[in-house]
């Protein structure tokens, strides 16, 4: 069983900049996000009899949120480099605008979810699934995982058997997580007060 998490909101996330291994640190917001999530997390896996390992992105970014929900779950947090955000090479903390206007006519064709696989110097598609493949091939018991937008959505794009374009699609917000467990995914949320989504 895997709780897939991502880092709460950064000051780069409300920027637009796309921070791939780049870092921006938390926003006040993302601090709220990360104790809710937290909090959220502990009741869902409170009654379960489990014992959790955490294994979390070596960014700052997923490491704040990590020592957020280390506050109320105490568990080891131990670093996966496998966890880190797809790179988009030296387009790591630009924005769509700032490539587009740098790098004219590249993204010519591409839509909100394609873009970030034209970079010439990035991860691929295939070297990103590849890694989230072998991360997930990895796990040995009940994890929370803390990690990234795009990287989150390979991870449960891999382990859905989805398409590209259907992972790319994956909603990835930072108010929620999902369970990864028996070849379902489920989102686990907090926008409806009371409820799971």
């Not at 779950?73 to 966890?83: F, M, Q, S, T, V």
């Not at 790098?103 to 295939?126: H, I, M, Q, R, T």
């Not at 790319?168 to 409820?195: A, H, K, T, W």
Request: charged share 25%; glycine share 10%; hydrophobic share 40%.
């Amino acid at each position: 069983m895997i709780y897939l998490l991502r880092h709460g909101e950064t000051i780069w996330n409300t920027l637009g900049r796309f921070q791939g291994q780049k870092d921006s640190p938390l926003t006040e917001r993302g601090i709220e996000q990360a104790d809710r999530v937290a909090k959220l997390l502990q009741t869902v896996i409170s009654n379960s009899g489990l014992s959790f390992q955490m294994s979390v992105s070596p960014l700052g970014r997923t490491r704040q949120t990590a020592d957020h929900v280390k506050r109320v779950l105490p568990a080891a947090i131990h670093e996966d480099a496998r966890l880190m955000e797809v790179s988009i090479g030296y387009w790591d903390g630009m924005t769509k605008f700032e490539i587009d206007n740098e790098f004219p006519g590249v993204l010519d064709g591409s839509d909100a979810f394609d873009w970030y696989f034209k970079s010439p110097d990035g991860e691929s598609f295939d070297a990103a699934c590849a890694r989230a493949k072998d991360w997930i091939a990895d796990v040995r018991g009940p994890t929370i995982a803390i990690s990234h937008g795009l990287f989150g959505r390979l991870v449960r794009g891999v382990y859905s058997g989805l398409s590209r374009r259907e992972m790319l699609e994956l909603p990835v917000p930072q108010d929620g997580f999902y369970r990864l467990c028996d070849g379902e995914v489920s989102s686990i949320s907090n926008s409806v007060p009371g409820m799971l989504a």
